[in-house]
């Protein structure tokens, strides 16, 4: 089985284990991510006036691009996922968003209205892998090991567009970390603001943010947590002075399937 991959800036740069984890670990499960030959950055961040187009441009032809390969486009940053899925939203409902980016696009792409499904690589092991088949194929479970899912804003917001899971109490964290054999940690902060972007103009607020995370992860006896995203992960990780362990949660599901070693080689 194979799907489009948009792997983003980051992964290439200073999150490649987010990624190389990610690719070992489908393939251990029979499941091919084809990396697209020609992205572009995203933007990392979606930019929210109706009248801008210019940013989203790399995305739609990113979304083309996949289509044309008859295959869902597969993301794994929270960022990218979040940028690519709330454009593609604009091409398939705002028509003179659609019409505008068309007519950049006109004469090297052809017309796109969002027909591409965009989907988070932690939607592909729920709904296409299974997570009971996850479990099944785990050669190294975590027994014992307790885990606090960090969703962070992105994956999550907003609810409409995004329709990863429900924003207010997700669940697919927790039933991944149950099929590679540890326990999650249920806490109160899982889904709140780590400061993003903010930590570049005002550090003060994203460590107070991180702190508050991490506490109360801390509270309730977690081992450590998880994340999809490299940004949440640096502020959870360094505005809080490594209190608790963060990782990239395809670090822990390659740890289990066996396929982690030798990573750092890479």
Known sequence: MVYSYYPGCTLK??????DIYARRSMEALGIT????????????AYTASVDEAATK????????????????????????HNVLKRTNYDMANNAEFAAKVNNYNKGSYPEYHGETKVIHFLELLRDTVGFDNLKKAV??????VKIAPYYGCLLLRPGNVMAFDDPE??????EFIRAIGATPVEYAMKNECCGGYVTLEDNKIAEKKSAR???????FGADLMVTACPLCLYNLTVNTEGKLPVVYFTKLLAEALGVAEGVENE
């Open 139 to 144: 050669v190294k479970p975590l027994t014992g």
């Open 213 to 219: 995370i991490v506490d109360n992860a801390s509270e």
């Open 33 to 44: 991510l084809e990396e697209l030959p020609m992205w572009q950055c995203c933007g990392g």
């Open 57 to 80: 441009l790399s995305s739609v032809r990113a979304l083309i691009d996949a289509g044309q390969k008859n295959t869902d486009l597969v993301t794994l940053c929270s960022a990218c």
């Open 169 to 174: 109490n997700p669940k697919i964290m927790g």
């Open 13 to 18: 740069t200073k999150a490649k284990e987010l």
